[in-house]
């Protein structure tokens, strides 16, 4: 018996919630370790207070043995605070005082009814957000069973919560897409790792609308995975507008393409025809000596053919050059050479207007680098326009400048100027300066568009300045200089055909107009000269006559001109012959290839060494 009553009294002391001996008048009796947190001030109070209810009813003075009630209370602990108690009451004789009373259990359940409160709520505003989402929202469970939807999904859908449950969405997906949806749903379960993918879903009206349908992993509180939850955001009418967008961005292309091409097949075209005229002009000045009169048929000739080489030149290249295509040629160029060149290029139209373009003295050793083709064609441009938009008899002044790093090159002109509300866009394409002059001076409105492109190529710029309208203009082109070059730059490799004599040469050009006048303005010089028409003909006259020039059309019948002057070369390694490239295709990486294929020299129909 005291064995029991020992172990009673263990059980009683060491139980883990708190436990109370309540006599049947509710005054608390005895209490064990786990209850001191109700005790106030170093007592307990009765149980009325403790618990705010009456002790059950007695039988007969005593408790009714095994009476008693289990449920969640709310009592105050000690220290003032409110707690939540599963609390269980039963009547019983106590084996600690020997008188009839109460067991009273409190297991303390306040921080698991907080955090089921919490998470409830969490639950029910989540359903209640859900719900009322105008996105369509899908959970599914750790084994990628879909299990439930919000109600947007369902109303998209037209179909109840057990027609798509399981896998009773997959019905919706477009067939097209249905495979690969279902590898990335796969894979990502399978990798527990967030998804995005766009997909077609079928809409309570039978048409497919596409879906950014995203999904995130979900988990238990204590870390368990749950599953997914999941997104779908009609995304159709981007869809159908990017769509829209990339087939006008190929149809921008495709378009562009043949712009380019047609563009670089014109230069070709229009090249051929104005190379015998340019062949003609040339003879003509051979033979005007012994005819004066012919003198203003050749120099008309050559304007007009010098006129329209530039403007086949120009349209080419803005294209070209606007696109970003265009390789700059860089090395050492000479200033005081650029502007000689640049006028040059337009010395004939200034002349017969009776124009007078004045260098003003510059540095000595001006360099910059750059690709002088390019920047001779830039400033030509500024001086173009200048000779154009310039009265007859008018001065034309161009000085040079430095500033920093800077060289400065200033055309300025005493013309028809430019209006204010012009000035800003003088350098969109095929806009002029004077649009009251249009019509009148010609041109297309592109030269100031590759001037600046050309000068931005270079690291630089070009700037336009004029107080209006009849004031004149100052245009003004910078690049970086490299100041003092200690020589002069670098030659600019230009074979003039009028200059050859005593030699044989070899003329390989499938035009018939083209190669005859070439052929005689080069027999001219005092030189043989033979002509094929094809590459197979040019190969056997090589042979038999071992020329000391070979001029080559790339554009041959039966073989190109690369292909032919690798054959020459391979064949006729032993001979010190030349080799020029003659046609009308004039882009960069065409000159590039001519002379990576052996050739030693690159002209461009019509030869401008012989139209100017």
């Known amino acids: 018996m005291n064995l029991t009553k020992s172990l009673a ?32 001030d170093g007592r307990y109070p009765d149980f009325r207070e403790l618990t705010g209810l009456d002790l059950p009813p007695s039988l007969e003075g005593g408790p009714i043995v095994g009476a008693g009630w289990n449920r969640r209370l709310r009592v105050r602990a000690g220290d003032g605070e409110m707690r939540q108690v599963d609390a269980s009451l039963f009547a019983a004789d106590t084996g600690v005082t020997d008188t009839a009373g ?19 709520e969490v639950e029910s505003r989540s359903k209640v957000t859900s719900e009322a989402a105008p996105v369509l929202i899908w959970m599914a469970d750790a084994d990628m069973h879909c299990d439930w939807f919000n109600a947007s999904w369902l109303k998209f859908r037209g179909r109840t919560l057990g027609d798509e449950s399981g896998d009773g969405w997959t019905e919706g997906l477009h067939p097209e897409d249905l495979e690969a949806c279902l590898g990335v749903y796969e894979a990502s379960f399978e990798a527990r790792a967030p998804f995005t993918l766009d997909c077609r879903l079928m809409r309570s009206d039978g048409t497919y609308r596409w879906m950014l349908n995203t999904g995130m992993p979900r988990y238990g509180r204590d870390g368990e995975y749950l599953g997914y939850v999941g997104s779908c955001i009609d995304i159709h009418d981007r869809k159908e507008l990017e769509e829209k967008l990339a087939e006008r961005t190929r149809v921008l292309r495709f378009a562009d393409k043949r712009h380019e091409d047609f563009l670089h097949r014109l230069s070709h075209e229009l090249r051929n025809p104005l190379a015998p005229i340019a062949n003609a002009a040339g003879i003509l000045r051979r033979m005007e000596q012994d005819t004066p009169q012919l003198a203003m048929v050749r120099e008309i000739i050559e304007r007009q053919v010098g006129l329209l080489r530039r403007l086949v030149t120009d349209l080419v290249d803005v294209n070209k050059i ?15 050479a650029l502007i000689a060149r640049a006028v040059e290029a337009v010395r004939e139209e200034a002349e017969s207007r009776g124009q007078v373009i004045e260098v003003a003295t510059m540095r000595e050793g001006l360099s910059c680098i750059g690709d002088p083709d390019r920047l001779a064609q830039a400033v030509s441009a500024l001086l173009d326009n200048a000779v154009k938009f310039s009265p007859d008899g008018a001065r034309i002044e161009v000085a040079v400048g430095t500033s920093d790093d800077m060289v400065s090159i200033t055309v300025l002109d005493y013309g028809s100027g430019i209006a204010p509300d012009v000035l800003p866009k003088v350098f969109e394409l095929f806009v002029q300066g004077a649009p009251a002059l249009q019509g009148k001076k010609g041109g297309l409105g592109v030269g100031l568009t590759i001037a600046q492109k050309v000068a931005q190529l270079h690291g630089g710029d070009v700037t336009l300045d004029s107080a209006g309208v009849g004031l004149g203009v100052q245009a003004t082109l910078r690049v970086r200089s490299i100041g003092m070059t200690g020589g002069s730059a670098a030659a600019i490799d230009a074979t003039d055909l009028r200059t050859i004599t005593g030699s044989r040469v070899l003329i390989i050009e499938d035009n018939d107009d083209a190669r005859e006048s070439l052929r005689l303005l080069v027999e001219l010089g005092g030189n043989e000269v033979l002509t094929a028409s094809n590459a197979a003909e040019g190969l056997r006259l090589a042979e038999s006559s071992s020329p000391h020039l070979v001029v080559c059309d790339i554009g041959l019948p039966d073989l190109d001109g690369y292909e032919l002057v690798d054959v020459l070369r391979s064949r006729f390694a032993d001979r010190d012959t030349r080799y020029v490239a003659l046609t009308g295709f004039g882009r960069t990486e065409d000159r590039d290839r001519a002379l990576e294929s052996g050739f030693d020299s690159f002209l461009i129909k019509p030869l401008h060494s012989l139209a100017t």
Request: charged share 15%.
């Open 9 to 40: 009294c263990a059980f009683f002391d060491q139980h883990p919630n708190a436990v109370l001996v309540v006599g049947l008048d509710g005054q608390v009796l005895l209490g064990n370790a786990a209850a001191t947190w109700l005790q106030r």
């Open 102 to 120: 109460y067991f009273c259990v409190f297991c303390d359940v306040t921080n698991a009814v907080d955090a089921a409160r919490g998470h409830q």
């Open 322 to 336: 606007t696109a970003g295509k265009i390789v700059l040629q860089r090395e050492i160029v000479a200033i005081e």
